[in-house]
């Protein structure tokens, strides 16, 4: 009898020392995740400009990008930066824009664009119902006319009260959502099989002033009045 008792609380004594121990292990665990440090974005005294992130040095080159690398210790994620390099030095659209191209442009737009700029690329979309500042309608033709490289950096930089969306959309992705903005601009918003009927054609650059058909011929002309969206929508 008094072996078994000497047994159980042995076992007993066991289990609660097991216990403790493993409740020190996720504490040491999760004081490394919650470390005193400074996270991206913070503020920091210890800097000029009262950020605690660090800008890269002048001249530095970025060897790789992306979640590959993030999780590689920047061993993985070449091939990003390349991606990253042609588009930057791209300039116009391929003057026979793919189907996949305008799909997966039409697709970012929807997400991205449409909120401000609307479905039809007139501004009047509800975020701008609601009182935001109107952007202006892609019919304008100073729009128009502007070359394809214009709405690339408008998304890369930002502009005026539009922020920057490079760290949100790929750049490959804002050239395919340039090529969408083209195509609303010729054909406002024709189904892409149409498009891709057509073969998606388009100038070198910048799309004609004046639409020769369609209805943004008439949309174009509303809006040549005044610099700004003025059609509303029940």
């Excluded at 000497?6 to 007993?12: F, L, M």
């Amino acid at each position: 009898m008094t072996t078994n008792l000497h047994r159980r609380t042995g076992a007993v004594a066991v289990a609660l020392a097991a216990g403790l121990g493993l409740a020190g292990c996720e504490r040491i665990v999760r004081n490394m995740y919650d470390q005193p440090k400074l996270k991206p974005a913070s503020t920091s005294p210890l800097w000029d400009d009262g950020l605690a992130s660090r800008r890269a040095p002048p001249g530095a080159v970025a060897r790789s990008l992306g979640e590959p690398a993030a999780n590689a210790s920047g061993r993985r994620g070449e091939a990003a930066v390349r991606t990253l390099d042609a588009a930057d030095a791209q300039q116009t659209l391929p003057a026979v824009v793919p189907p996949a191209m305008l799909a997966r442009g039409q697709e970012r737009y929807t997400i991205y664009c449409a909120p401000c700029h609307s479905s039809l690329g007139d501004g009047d979309g509800p975020v701008p119902r609601r009182g935001f500042p109107a952007p202006p309608s892609y019919h304008l033709v100073r729009l128009r006319t502007a070359p394809d490289r214009h709405f690339f950096d408008v998304m890369t930089h930002g502009y005026g009260i539009m922020y920057s969306y490079a760290g949100r959309v790929d750049a490959s992705d804002r050239w395919a959502i340039v090529a969408w903005i083209r195509h609303l601009q010729n054909d406002l918003g024709a189904p892409l099989a149409q498009a891709a009927a057509s073969g998606a054609t388009r100038s070198a650059g910048m799309m004609p002033a004046t639409p020769t058909t369609g209805p943004a011929a008439a949309m174009q002309a509303t809006d040549a009045a005044a610099d700004r969206p003025v059609r509303s929508r029940p």
